[in-house]
């Protein structure tokens, strides 16, 4: 008798952590650092003196440390960073948009990343070899980078050239919010890496080179942008990294044009059609703008879906008096309807969930880095393997060659 074996099923910790900081009473106040401790989720240890600092001690802290640094040091802020964070940053924006702006500053020796792991990583890749990119919580990861292991994905690739062979094409396309590793995969293949807002653009790089794609990591980004191609649901399969071959067969890999990894976004995929209905039922005039990261029923069932640029750019240029439920993250979501009063703006989701890695970066942690710096200590320098960064970059800079 033959027993087949399969990998053993791994989640991602950052996964079963994600509805740590959920709550119904939509208090998001940001307490000690040794309250927040109290959350069942992992932190980075940090020096006593941090635990039990408050607001108003970390705000003097963090304002006389930026002033007495001055243009060597840049923070930069994620739009879904709380807001007692984002207060400070010098910049905002979406991963790719951040990296972009680290690698034109320059002047600045110091570039404090405000979000998670991978966006670090992208950072340092695309800054010059003086610049120091810090992470202010070592454990601000992401589920969805999380989901593809690197050795996962050489398997993977092995598997798919033991079936189709070295003649036919297989390009494969990273996400943005991908590991560096996957992204030097992605590099050293002749793949590139894209964003949700030029993911279209990528899929037809891709085709023009090849047969197939293979998507990494978030399943609905990708699934989402097929479709928007033309590509049917049919011509798409999810490969299962725990399963051998991906819980695929010979014919499904052979037929298949566009394979999914099984990766999704834990705070996107939250949103639901029933939750949309609830809004319409509301109020029937409502618009709902959701992120491809949302599954495809929600993107289907939705009025308009983008990237979190062209949801705040649509949301910021909408007429007052107009209503807007939101399918992404809650802190950039209660962000834009501070900053939009004449308009409603709220989160399709009522039970209050924000991303649990973002959330990490509690101003404890931004003082820490600081006052290390003063202290002439690069605490949590975020430094890519030279090999990895250098095909890492190359899948890049495809991408901007790609965007024109």
């Known amino acids: ?203 037809d790089w891709a085709l023009d080179r090849g047969e197939k794609i293979l998507f990494l990591p978030d399943q609905h980004l990708g699934r989402n942008t097929a479709v928007a191609k033309g590509i049917s649901e049919d011509e798409m399969a999810v490969w ?16 298949t044009k566009v394979l999914l990894w099984q990766g999704h976004c834990s705070v996107h995929t939250r949103f639901t059609v029933d939750q949309i209905g609830s809004a319409r039922a509301r109020n029937p005039k409502t618009n709902i703008i959701v992120h491809p990261e949302c599954t495809r029923e929600v993107v289907d069932a939705s009025d308009l879906y983008g990237s979190t640029e062209f949801i705040l750019e649509t949301i910021a240029t909408a007429p007052a008096g107009s209503s807007w439920g939101v399918g992404t993250e809650i802190n950039m979501v209660r962000r834009l309807a501070d900053e939009n009063p004449s308009k409603e703006i709220f989160s399709l989701d009522p039970v209050v969930c924000p991303c649990a890695t973002m959330y990490r970066i509690h101003p404890a942690y931004v003082l820490w880095v600081l006052e290390g710096i003063m202290a002439g200590l690069a605490i949590n320098r975020i430094e890519v393997e030279p090999d990895t960064r250098l095909n890492a970059l190359i899948a890049l800079e495809r991408m901007l060659e790609m965007a024109g």
């Open 1 to 203: 008798m033959t027993t087949a074996f399969s990998k053993q099923t791994t989640i991602a910790i950052s996964e079963l952590e994600q509805s740590a900081f959920c709550q119904t009473d939509g208090n998001l106040r940001t307490k000690t650092l040794q309250e927040e401790f109290q959350t069942g989720v992992r932190w980075q240890k940090v020096p006593t003196r941090y635990l039990k600092l408050t607001p108003d001690e970390i705000a003097e802290g963090i304002v006389f440390a930026r002033k007495e640094l001055g243009d060597k040091a840049v923070l930069l802020g994620h739009h879904y960073q709380r807001d007692d964070v984002i207060q400070y940053a010098d910049f905002t924006g979406d991963s790719y948009k951040l990296s972009k702006m680290a690698a034109e500053t320059k002047e600045a020796k110091w570039i404090i990343f405000c979000g998670v792991h991978f966006m670090a990583e992208t950072a340092d890749i695309l800054t010059l070899p003086d610049q120091n990119v810090l992470l202010p919580n070592l454990a601000a990861g992401c589920s969805m980078a999380d989901m593809a292991t690197s050795q996962d994905v050489q398997d993977c690739w092995d598997d798919l050239h033991s079936i189709l062979g070295p003649t036919e094409k297989i390009i494969p396309i990273t996400y943005m919010n991908s590991a560096a590793a996957i992204k030097a995969h992605c590099g050293k293949n002749g793949g590139l890496v894209c964003t949700s807002s030029n993911a279209d653009k990528a899929f």
């Open 240 to 255: 299962n990294p725990s399963l051998p071959m991906g819980g695929l067969s010979n014919e499904d890999i052979k037929r």
